[in-house]
């Protein structure tokens, strides 16, 4: 079943904050989160495997309610090179990710 | 150096045509996987390899198959193309984990291929 990511799509102005929302149907052993710049292959930016568990990345961090099914993504004072498809990816059983539709990120000058 | 490398980058291919898309990772992982991107940018897992065990999703056509010649290669054959297969192939790997999903994945370039 795949994750439903929220909103679709954002446009925001540099150093403006941002959050992208991921939540299952189904309950979660980790979820992670990825970046995609249009043309390249999605990239890895961080990881959660505990219900509660925050982690962060520079300027960038995420948390994941187990209980609830969902997880976040933080974007603080975005900067041009936060522009790009946002996933996020769940692992309910096995050893395979499934991944969001995707939250496509625009940051202007 | 790259670590996971996909070839051919671009695939141009008549309907009913037999290709095949190669996969190495340099990284060590033990899981290799095949992903497809639609033109919506919706990324669907296909397989799920390594060396114990193959992981099929279940709505991935019988056209499709992966072949591993060893642990760092993971190749997709498609036999009898499709319009419908047009899209971007991504090859990732990673480590499998004690934890399932514990581990990121690293993906390679991509292959658009391109049904006609």
């Known amino acids: 079943q795949q994750p439903v990511q929220s909103p679709q799509a954002v446009i925001l102005r540099e150093g403006e904050d941002a959050v992208i929302n991921c939540s299952s149907s189904k309950a979660l052993y980790s979820v992670h989160w990825y970046r995609q710049k249009h043309g390249e292959a999605p990239v890895f930016l961080m990881i959660?495997?505990?219900?509660?568990e925050q982690k962060g990345h520079d300027k960038i961090s995420a948390s994941f309610n187990e209980k609830k099914q969902q997880s976040s993504l933080y974007l603080t004072a975005s900067q041009l090179s936060y522009s790009g498809t946002y996933f996020c990816g769940t692992n309910n059983a096995g050893n395979m990710l499934t991944f969001g539709g995707g939250t496509r990120l625009m940051v202007k000058p | 150096d790259t670590a996971v490398s996909q070839t051919p980058k671009y695939l141009v291919t008549q309907m009913g045509n037999d290709k095949s898309i190669k996969c190495e990772q340099n990284?060590?992982?033990?899981?290799m996987y095949w992903y497809k991107q639609d033109s919506k940018k919706f990324l669907k897992i296909m397989f799920s390899?390594?060396?114990?065990?193959?992981?099929i999703n279940e709505t991935v056509p019988n056209r499709f198959s992966p072949k591993s010649p060893d642990k760092a290669h993971l190749n997709l054959h498609i036999n009898s193309l499709e319009l419908g297969d047009s899209a971007v192939y991504f090859c990732a790997s990673s480590k499998l984990g004690s934890h399932r999903g514990s581990y990121g994945y690293t993906f390679g370039s991509g292959t658009r291929l391109t049904v006609v």
């Open positions: 990284l060590g992982h033990d899981t």
């Open positions: 959660l495997l505990k219900g509660g």
């Open positions: 390899y390594n060396n114990k065990e193959l992981i």
